[in-house]
């Protein structure tokens, strides 16, 4: 085993690994670097499933909507889909996302126990907004961030159904499986 | 890389690991297991706000236990002051506290190196649930750096008890709203 392996890339790495175009985040600002990680914001497009109970092998429809100027409550044990309004990914390392610590002090998780990406997925990345307690939420407010891991071994690139996503994306695992049902 | 277990206490010795107080007792082989400390945090508003202090109170957790509620959220904090200036931490329930339905941390477990502080959680149950003070509640885990290191230096720099958010201090109000001014987790 490689002794420089499975690390955590710090900031300085992070924005040198930028400036290589071995890491994409786009648009890019310094000032969002952290020691471990970038944060990322925001983006305006929320969507919610629209009936239930969702379906892993439909296509479940959405509604999608934005996010006022003046910002939006989230109703509290309900699920959001959002987006991030960066482009982010890399060949190279492999990334996940958190929210960030003031954030989730908040009562907000970003993710539901799904923080890993893939090598090679480029794309605004869906965020699962889930508040423990009513929210007020805004537009372009920074409110996760991206760590990246060097890995061991040979780097095959994600090819899958998410790949160059923008906006936020709702499941699409109906995909995986062998269906001829109505779509709503 | 993670650290082992043994590496973690080999550290710690050294002090390129703070955990304290330190028991060599809860070094698990790629953890530290780290207990619930005293204070609970709770806030009084029914919506809250990321541009501005929302209203707050902090309890007590007696030793011998409070029933926690589902559907609310409490801020505790680590017993233990924990982080290190040369490595990266995460933190995660530990799987008997999973195993009964709570959450420790909302999404958010990353530790940046140069914070050493006692980590305030965030708590919910999925069922009513006795919580203690001093209980066994999670472990943190250390990982290896890339790249030159820059030390945490944000605003919960030498937190000792539960701290509520702090997203308040990069909002800058406006006419039409909110904007960011800079600022880091």
């Excluded at chain 2, 002051?81 to 329930?93: K, M, N, P, Q, R």
């Excluded at chain 2, 203690?132 to 030390?151: H, L, S």
């Amino acid at each position: 085993m490689r002794t420089d392996a499975h690390m955590i890339l710090t900031g300085h790495e992070i924005l040198r690994e930028y400036v290589a175009h071995r890491i994409l985040i786009e648009p890019f600002d310094v000032d969002q670097l952290n020691p471990n990680s970038y944060n990322f914001r925001l983006g305006e497009r929320l969507s919610v499933y629209r009936n239930h109970p969702v379906d892993p092998k439909q296509q479940n429809p959405v509604t999608p909507f934005r996010i006022p100027e003046h910002g939006l409550i989230l109703r509290p044990h309900r699920l959001y889909l959002a987006h991030t309004i960066e482009v982010m990914g890399s060949d190279h390392y492999a990334p996940t996302f958190a929210a960030r610590s003031s954030v989730a002090r908040l009562g907000l998780f970003i993710n539901l126990s799904a923080s890993l990406g893939d090598i090679g997925f480029h794309g605004q990345w869906t965020l699962q907004l889930f508040a423990a307690q009513p929210l007020r939420i805004y537009s372009g407010m920074r409110i996760g961030q991206i760590m990246w891991w060097r890995p061991q071994g040979e780097i095959v690139l994600y090819n899958g159904k998410y790949q160059g996503s923008t906006g936020p994306c709702a499941s699409q695992s109906f995909r995986d499986y062998n269906n001829d049902s109505e779509v709503a | 890389m993670i650290l082992t277990g043994p590496e973690i206490e080999r550290e710690a010795a050294t002090g390129r690991i703070v955990i304290r107080p330190f028991d060599a007792s809860d070094v698990e082989p790629n953890s530290y297991g780290f207990h619930l400390g005293p204070t609970l945090l709770a806030y009084d508003e029914p919506v809250l706000h990321p541009e501005r202090r929302v209203r707050r109170h902090t309890t007590m957790l007696p030793t011998s236990g409070r029933t926690l509620l589902p559907e609310r959220l409490y801020l505790g904090h680590t017993q233990e002051v924990i982080g290190s200036d040369h490595y990266a931490a995460t933190l995660y329930a530990c799987r008997s506290i999973s195993t009964l339905g709570v959450w420790i941390t909302f999404s958010a477990p990353l530790g940046h190196t140069g914070a050493i502080v006692a980590w305030t959680l965030e708590i919910r149950v999925a069922q009513p649930t006795l919580m203690y003070t001093g209980m066994r509640i999670g472990k943190v885990a250390f990982w290896r750096t890339q790249g030159t290191v820059e030390r945490y230096r944000g605003r919960y720099e030498g937190s000792r008890t539960v701290v509520e958010s702090r997203l308040s201090a990069e909002f800058v109000r406006h006419e039409n709203g909110c904007t960011h001014d800079t600022d880091r987790t």
